[in-house]
């Protein structure tokens, strides 16, 4: 009994990190613009993420990290929301595992 409430609270809580991340999608577009979307570079976004710069790397080219690539001097750049949707994304699939 004390393991299925366990796993209920699990699963409320990666419920409550997507009504946060909904929230954020649906302010206002001029309310975004506002907000200053920080930039990572490969080995930042590899802190963030906390993996190593070979995985990050091996991510963007299974397509399960798009990187936004920036013209000037050909950088990978992630945002803030690319790597939180990363994230979300992997906790959401242990959570139904």
Request: avoid cysteine; charge should be positive; proline fraction near 2%.
């Amino acid at each position: 009994m004390q393991k299925e409430f366990e796993r209920l609270h699990q699963k409320l809580d990666f419920l409550l990190a997507d009504v946060k991340q909904i929230k954020t999608l649906l302010v206002p577009q001029n309310r975004q613009e506002n907000i200053s979307t920080k930039l990572y570079t490969i080995s930042e976004a590899a802190d963030y993420l906390r993996l190593s710069v070979s995985r990050v790397y091996e991510l963007k080219y299974e397509g399960k990290l798009v990187p936004i690539q920036r013209k000037k001097f050909s950088r990978v750049l992630f945002t803030t929301e690319q790597l939180n949707r990363f994230l979300n994304a992997k906790a959401t699939a242990l959570a139904s595992a």
